[in-house]
Structure formats: structure tokens, C-alpha cells
């Protein structure tokens, strides 16, 4: 057969081959063309279903991040917040954690109010507990959280910068609200802000703690927090508080070294007064400091010993908002 | 010979033995005692013979620094700036590389008004060149370097912070001037401050060095330096200016992050008005900047590459000087 073709005139050859090509090409742009046709319609299916979201890419789950905001008998300030922390840059995903027992979670009104930049997650719980959020969501995929209370408005260029320091500091809780304990001779310990004294380390104040009611910190904490003494779990269920201190407890254990990173807020508020509920949060409570003097003793008798560090760093954005926030008089 | 000593009586041989340990000992008692009367007086020379340093004992040499300070044509400010820096904690010693070429050092009048705190050593130079502050000075013994241009005046309060946040980022230089270069579509860099553009990402602005003329870095990068490219020492020499962009190409190349680190300062001054030298520094020449761009689009051709990085991080010391620093609306 190949001596056969040698033999037949190239002007023939030539003729059969651009016929073939020509019919394949042909056949190609119809099969192209059926295929577009059939490409599902992207708009429409988009945000409707909750369910089906994009698998993130490895990349993604470190340049994104999850945003688990606990909520109990405040809706509606869950809702003004949600329409702000829907849509800050590099958000994930939005975990809402339903503290509200026995009542139904708002899906129609949110889905009839859709679509929205980003899935929206509600998570009934059986009881209202404080640690609900510091579970292991099987939702969670990226490598950052961001714990927000559910009455705290945080802009979004404090949380965009905040986010990106936290890059810089992924094994620390890197947030807004910074606390301390400090030691008396007597051995106990208690816990306060700037109205305490300063810790003695030089001149300055120092904070041990960063709230995580305003935080980035690794979601590994959050397996981590697991596996943590029956005590811890039922010291913050007695008290319905200091799962925060808690956590810093964790992380200042895991690392060695002051457990959070306070980033300077430009722009922080609490909504509490704005709530159509009356509910006005936990720490209005009269116990609620003492209260949380209380755990820093309680768990520096289950970690056996005390593994909060200090620190006086704190972190402000470059050049903003003022193009020369660092101009000095030379 | 030996066998002659082995016949020899026992009593006889312990007696010679005996008188011959007298002497041994009475001898070096002698040699002791005339060793102790000939040590100097430690009193009188301590502060006189610059020479003699006490050897750094490794815990000290993390925990203190060595200032090293460039000085021409303006003693009257140096030895001002001298009493405010020789008491600053954790300085471990001090070294003036004096470029008054032909011109004898202060000694004479240093010592009469001493003592002083810590050792200062003279350093002088044959050629009065911007990069001898960059030499590996045999006199420095601590990890830590703080460098300082002698017109510019930082507060205790600012250093002793400044040194604690340098020991949390040694490989970075950690000071209170920060700079930036930014590209333009010609592919051409541009050298400056706050007047510049932002470089883009997202809001604010970034600086991408940071000056040593007020500055912590580490030692090594000096004995890094020395060995850098011909061609650096050659701009350096041909402008009188830049080496301490060079310095953060060289530290942004070693570790390929931004170099430096800015701490706000709370209290910095230039303090060249007040020199009676008349000499103002070289950043008034008409054309400082310009040559600083020019440094920077040289340095890239050298080192192939920009290695300078973008950061926003601005540290400033918590709770100081205002107790709560920190406050905020919430």
C-alpha cells in the first residue's frame, strides 16, 4: 500500500487530503458548538444553592478566610452585620452559630434576599452555650477565622489589614481587643484592661490576652480546642463565659510565646444599644469581670501554671487613614 | 644513672625529697608574691585604657548593643548627642568612626569628664568616606548594632522599645525612618516618602526600607556588607550617599522579606540647626534625592534583580506614652 500511494500523481493526493481536512474541521465546530449550548446557565444557579459550594483550591485556603459569628437574641443586629461582613475582601464563607434554641433560622428570608457574595452557613445548636463556636465545623476550609462577636462592627479596612498581618503571624490570635491578668503577692491572679497597673516590664502597659470576639487566629485551634481537659469545658459552660481566655490559654501553651497580636482598630463599634431586642450581652452582667478573674485562676490550676506572655506591640496600618499617619518633626 | 637512684636509702632520698619541696614551694610563693605586687591599679586605668574591654560574656551580647556613630565636621553636636546615648539601657558599648580626617580625636577631654558609662572607642579614619560606618569593627562584640547619624536625637524611650522589637525580628532592621521606592510604566524606580504614590496594594501606603542612620540591624549584616559587589562600594564612594539603600537591598536579598520593620518614633529630633559648625548634612545638597533614585535604579542593575518588598506594618509601644494608647469608641 505505501509503494501504491508513492505512485499517485501529488495533484490528486493533494485534492482528497483538503476535502478529509476540510470535513473534520466541519464536524469539530458543530460538536464545539453543541457543547456551548449546553453549558448550564451560570447566573442563575449560582447563589440559590447553599449546598453546593466551589471546593477551594489550596492556594484560596490561605489567602481567604471564614468568618464564625456566634448569635443569641439579636437577630436583627445579625442581619445589619451580616449585610457588612458579607462582602469583605478575601471572606470565605460565613459560619452562623443559631444560638437561639427552638427557634427557626431566617433561610427564606435570606435566600429571598439573595444572592449573596458569599455562602451563608446557619448552624442550629441543641443548647445555648458560649463554646458552640468553638467547635470543628465540618463547613470550615480555609486555614484563618475570623470570630466576630455578634454585636461588634469592625470595618472593613481594619479587617483587610488585620487579615494580612495575621498572614504574617499565622499561630497567633491577632485581633482588636487586647487584655491582661496581672499577679498580686498573694499568688492570685486577676484580669482587667489599661485601668489595672502595668505589669512592671519597663515603662508602658503590656497585654497578655487578645479577645476573640474580634480575631483572627488558625482554625487548627479550633481542633486543638477539642481536645482540651474536661475542667476547661465545664469551667466555661458554669460561667457562661471565658472561652476567650481559654483560648489564649491554648495558644500561648502551643507556642511558647504572648499569645495574641493587637492590631489598632481605626474603626470599631458596638451595636448593642441599636438591638430592637433588649438584649444587651453578657458583660453587662455584674459578675462579668470577676467572673473572668475567677478563670484565669481556675485555669492556671488545670494548665498547672500560668502561660500567658506579654507583650506590647501594637500594630497600626502604614499611611492610613492618613496618607502621613507617621510623620515626625524632623 | 637510674639504678644509682634505686640503691640509695629510703631516708635519705625522703629528706632530699623533703627539702626539695621546701624550696619548690617557697620559690613560687616568691614569684606570687612579687606577680600581685606588679598588677596595675584597676582603679586608675579603667576608664583610661580604651583598649581594655571586658570580654562579653554570651547572654550579654543578645542582650545589649553597640551603638556605632559616623561623625564630620560637627563635634559639638556629637559630644551633646554622646551624653544623651551613653546612658541609654542595654548599650554595651560605643564607637565614633571619626571622619574629621587629620583631626585629633576629643580623648583628652573625653577622659577628664569621665567616668563614663560604657566604653567609647575612637575610630580613625585615613579618608572621610559615608560607607566607613560600615566597616567590621573589631570592637563589636553584641548581635545587635544601633546605628545613628550624629545630628539625629532618639528618645530612651523610643530605643529601649525600638531594641525590644528588634530582638522579636533580628534579621530585620528595625528603625524609625521609613522610605520607599516605587515603579513607574518605563520601568524606571523612583526613591522617596509620603509624597510619592501608593505602591497599589490596596489602601494606605507601604515603605519598602528603612534607614540606618536610626536604626537597629544585625551585626553580621556588616561583615555581609564587605563582601557585596565592587560595584557597590564604587556608587557609594562616587555619591556619598546610599549605602544604606544598599544596606536594605543586601538585608531584603538575604531574606527575602521586606528589610525593615518601622517603630513609630514618640520622640525624634534633628538637631542640625543647633550645630555651630555650620554644617547642615548632606541631605541639603540640591541633589540628595535624585541621587538616591539614581542609587536605586544602579543597585538593581548590580544585583539583577529588585529585591526590596512592600510592608504596612507600623509598631508602636502599647500603653505608652498615654496609659491607654489603645482606647477606642467600644
Redesign the interface.
Known amino acids: 500500500r505505501y509503494l501504491h500511494f508513492c505512485k499517485l500523481p501529488g495533484r490528486v493526493m493533494g485534492i482528497r487530503l483538503l476535502r478529509f481536512t476540510s470535513v473534520v474541521i466541519i464536524v469539530l465546530l458543530l460538536v464545539a458548538g453543541a457543547l456551548t449550548a449546553l453549558l448550564p446557565n451560570i447566573k442563575d444557579d449560582k447563589m440559590l444553592n447553599l449546598k453546593r459550594e466551589p471546593k477551594l483550591q489550596s492556594q484560596s485556603a490561605l489567602d481567604s478566610f471564614t468568618l464564625i459569628m456566634q448569635t443569641y437574641n439579636r437577630t436583627d443586629l445579625l442581619l445589619k452585620l451580616l449585610n457588612h461582613y458579607q462582602a469583605i475582601p478575601h471572606l470565605h464563607k460565613v459560619i452562623v452559630v443559631w444560638n437561639n434554641i427552638g427557634e427557626k433560622i431566617p433561610e427564606e428570608m435570606w435566600n429571598s434576599l439573595g444572592p449573596h457574595p458569599v455562602p451563608v452557613v446557619f448552624k442550629v445548636q441543641t443548647v445555648n452555650r458560649m463554646r458552640n463556636r468553638l467547635q470543628n465545623f465540618p463547613e470550615l476550609e480555609t486555614k484563618a477565622v475570623l470570630m466576630m462577636d455578634d454585636d461588634?462592627l469592625v470595618s472593613a479596612?481594619d479587617l483587610?489589614?488585620a487579615f494580612?498581618?495575621w498572614q504574617?503571624f499565622p499561630e497567633h490570635i491577632v485581633g482588636?481587643?487586647?487584655r491582661k491578668h496581672i499577679s498580686t503577692p498573694s499568688g492570685v491572679y486577676s484580669y482587667g484592661s489599661?485601668e489595672l497597673q502595668?505589669p512592671g516590664f519597663?515603662?508602658?502597659?503590656?497585654?497578655s490576652m487578645v479577645l476573640i470576639g474580634a480575631a483572627f487566629f488558625h482554625s487548627g485551634y479550633l481542633e486543638d480546642f477539642q481536645r482540651q481537659p474536661e475542667a476547661v469545658f465545664a469551667l466555661i459552660d458554669e460561667t457562661q463565659n471565658c472561652d476567650d481566655i481559654a483560648m489564649n490559654f491554648l495558644v500561648a501553651k502551643h507556642t511558647g510565646k504572648s499569645s495574641g497580636v493587637?492590631v489598632?482598630?481605626v474603626d470599631?463599634?458596638?451595636l448593642e444599644k441599636d438591638t430592637n431586642s433588649g438584649y444587651s450581652g453578657m458583660w453587662h452582667r455584674a459578675e462579668h469581670l470577676l467572673q473572668r478573674s475567677y478563670c484565669v485562676n481556675k485555669l492556671v490550676n488545670i494548665y498547672d501554671g500560668m502561660p500567658l506572655k506579654y507583650?506590647?506591640?501594637?500594630?497600626?496600618?502604614?499611611?492610613?487613614?492618613n496618607?502621613?499617619?507617621?510623620?515626625?518633626?524632623?
Request: hydrophobic share 35%; glycine share 6%.
Open positions: 461588634t479596612h483587610a489589614f494580612s498581618v504574617q482588636f481587643v487586647p489599661f502595668n519597663g515603662n508602658g502597659d503590656q497585654y493587637f489598632k482598630p470599631i463599634r458596638n507583650s506590647n506591640i501594637m500594630i497600626s496600618q502604614f499611611g492610613f487613614p496618607y502621613a499617619n507617621h510623620k515626625n518633626k524632623m
